[in-house]
């Protein structure tokens, strides 16, 4: 399956985040010398070819946010697309302003007259207990052609292992001091359809086929510190070089409705 994103797409979302390139912070200007791009970067690059004029796009699990690292663009699809539905059980989610619409609720109970021919599922399916009830609500309100976006952690990765055996307690606190997070923002991880295989089955079984896969490498866990930062990014330099996937990395998936 060849990649829907160019070096050249890649570019320009790096453009429409940061805008000013004079202006660039010491971190974005150290990925871009490494030209390296965040798994971010690379989804919202996939969202860009997706959502098109006229596109029915459902955001699950938005929160205040449809891209948090990259509100301009967010604005700009919101724009281009017809209708922009931002379902989330949250509270967050009354502070989003760019969706056309907010549904308070879950993916499993919600109801639409119309269905979506776009999907987005940004670091949700990690905290979703029942998989296969979710994928059969996305079954449920898509038609043919349509497209369903996974962008997940990958259960294989370092900082998921972590996770998963580190108390819930501990979670906000650990994220607030690497990553600035909020309290608000941490939620319970289940990993329940966090691979390639578990997700292929899944939407297998609900009359979906993948038509891309990719995982992203994920040099971000230290990204708050400089000298961090440098070293994730010379390992990342060096996994390459040798053959090797890094081992910190997201997953990034597309799903056509059969």
């Not at 150290?30 to 965040?38: E, G, L």
């Not at 038509?211 to 400089?226: E, Q, W």
Request: net charge negative.
């Amino acid at each position: 399956m060849a990649s829907p994103v160019t070096q050249s797409d890649l570019e320009e979302i790096f453009r429409i985040r940061h805008n000013d390139f004079d202006r660039l912070g010491w971190a974005p200007r150290m990925r871009r010398r490494f030209n390296y791009f965040t798994p971010d970067e690379y989804y919202e690059a996939v969202v860009d070819k997706l959502v098109a004029p006229g596109s029915q796009w459902l955001d699950v699990g938005c929160g205040r946010n449809v891209f948090p690292s990259n509100t301009n663009l967010a604005q700009i699809l919101a724009k281009r697309c017809e209708r922009l539905v931002g379902l989330d059980p949250d509270e967050t989610l009354e502070e989003n302003t760019i969706v056309h619409q907010q549904v308070r609720g879950t993916l499993e109970d919600f109801q639409s007259d119309s269905a979506f021919d776009v999907v987005t599922l940004r670091m949700v399916a990690e905290h979703i207990a029942d998989p296969s009830r979710a994928v059969s609500s996305l079954s449920r309100l898509t038609t043919p052609g349509s497209k369903v976006v996974i962008y997940t952690v990958s259960r294989n990765s370092p900082v998921s292992i972590i996770s998963w055996w580190t108390p819930f307690a501990l979670h906000d606190p650990i994220k607030r001091f690497f990553w600035g997070t909020e309290e608000k923002d941490t939620f319970p991880v289940w990993y329940r359809m966090n691979t390639r295989k578990e997700l292929g089955n899944l939407f297998g079984q609900w009359g979906f086929k993948e038509s891309f896969f990719v995982y992203l490498d994920d040099c971000r866990t230290l990204a708050g510190f400089r000298a961090t930062l440098l070293l994730e990014l010379c390992s990342w330099r060096v996994f390459h070089a040798i053959g090797l996937g890094y081992p910190e990395n997201c997953l990034l998936g597309v799903y056509e409705r059969c």
